[in-house]
Nanobody, 124 residues
Framework: QVQLVESGGGLVQAGGSLRLSCAASGRTFSMYAMGWFRQAPGKEREFVAAIRWSAINTYYADSVKGRFTISRDNAKNTVYLQMNSLKPEDTAVYYC?????????????????WGQGTQVTVSS
């Protein structure tokens, strides 16, 4: 069983930066693919970024490509999402997710484990 706890959210002005962290419990963290998703009020949960266990393969939504960077530190059981050049449309609750081998990393249903989320608000 993997438990995930997100942190690092907050209020930031447009153009600013935030770094989200997701700390995972469990000794097999390094074997899990990790994903970040977000959900704005009244909208469906959407894919943001994902990283395979090896950290060689990373994936991004078109809307964040070039602005966000996902990374992981397996020694610390932590995955990060560095968010730069933030826009008001990035405002959402951001969720961390984990799965051993998601066949489609962009699909929320492929992940078995989820954190409780952290709020990111970008003011204009």
């Amino acid at each position: 069983q993997v438990q995930l706890v997100e942190s690092g959210g907050g209020l930031v002005q447009a153009g600013g930066s935030l770094r989200l962290s997701c700390a995972a419990s469990g000794r097999t963290f390094s074997m899990y693919a990790m994903g970040w998703f977000r959900q704005a009020p009244g909208k469906e949960r959407e894919f943001v970024a994902a990283i395979r266990w090896s950290a060689i393969n990373t994936y991004y939504a078109d809307s964040v490509k070039g602005r966000f960077t996902i990374s992981r530190d397996n020694a610390k059981n932590t995955v990060y999402l560095q968010m730069n050049s933030l826009k008001p449309e990035d405002t959402a609750v951001y969720y961390c997710a984990a799965d051993r081998a998601p066949s489609q990393v962009r699909v929320p249903g492929e992940y078995d484990h989820w954190g409780q989320g952290t709020q990111v608000t970008v003011s204009s």
